[in-house]
């Protein structure tokens, strides 16, 4: 089966800028989460999006958000972009994600945004 | 703050030999702890994990501990073999909580040597 899809995979952007990420999840996968790696702080919850609707939100300015369709894409929006928002951007998807299911995330391969 | 810890941002074993990968917590709500291997350019897959009413978990070459009065974590790789060169980040959730995804640690970079 087809595995995570992210687009684009590589991404520059100008600083004051937005720009939207997509991530496609696993077919009858449900859940959607989004990550961002960074090598001074690691994997970095973003939110996570069940049925189209934001369950969790991790510790992020309001710049940062996204929403899911009905098919289960997931697209991430970053508003007036700054240097410190580089980083590799990854979305995880599952069928149902509890905490205790962490072991059924599978991961994309992530989206490399780089801020200039 | 960061409530999930690995000090060792990289380590480097002979083929063959064992690895051990350490991980510490913070947070005493955690109680399902995971490990992930990422290679570049890929995103993280998943490796194994372990609940908090257990002290071992075991799959294979690898093998995970739990020492809940410590909070610490352990994976153990036997025999390390060349394709165990990764990165390896260590995970925890609060089932009780889970309003904050996976906390994960800044990740142990491992180097299998020939």
């Known amino acids: 089966k087809a595995g995570v899809t992210q687009t684009p995979r590589y991404l520059i952007k100008t600083r004051g800028q937005q720009v939207t990420l997509s991530c496609s999840p696993i077919?009858?996968?449900?859940?959607v989460s989004w990550y961002q790696q960074t090598p001074g702080q690691g994997l970095q919850f973003l939110f996570e999006?069940?049925?189209?609707?934001?369950?969790n939100k991790g510790n992020f300015p309001g710049r940062f958000s996204g929403r899911q369709f009905s098919n289960s894409r997931s697209e991430m929006n970053v508003s007036t972009l700054e240097l410190g928002d580089s980083a590799l951007y990854l979305c995880?998807?599952?069928?149902?994600?509890?905490?205790?299911?962490?072991?059924?995330?599978?991961f994309g391969s992530g989206t490399r945004l780089t801020v200039v | 703050d960061q409530q999930v810890k690995q000090n060792s941002p990289s380590l480097s074993v002979q083929e063959g030999r064992i690895s051990i990968l350490n991980c510490d917590y913070t947070?005493?709500?955690?109680?399902?702890f995971l490990w992930y291997k990422k290679y570049p350019a890929e995103g993280p897959t998943f490796l194994i994990s372990?609940?908090?009413?257990?002290d071992k978990n075991e799959d294979g070459r690898f093998t995970v501990f739990l020492n809940k009065s410590a909070k610490h974590l352990s994976l153990h790789i036997v025999p390390s073999q060349p394709g165990d060169s990764a990165v390896y980040f260590c995970?925890?959730?609060?089932?009780?909580?889970?309003?904050?995804?996976?906390?994960f640690g800044k990740g142990t970079h491992l180097i299998i040597q020939p």
């Open positions: 995880a998807s599952s069928l149902a994600f509890s905490p205790g299911q962490g072991a059924g995330y599978t």
């Open positions: 077919s009858g996968h449900r859940s």
């Open positions: 999006y069940f049925s189209e609707t934001q369950r």
């Open positions: 947070n005493s709500m955690f109680d399902y």
């Open positions: 372990i609940s908090s009413i257990k």
């Open positions: 995970a925890a959730s609060d089932s009780g909580g889970g309003a904050d995804g996976l906390t």
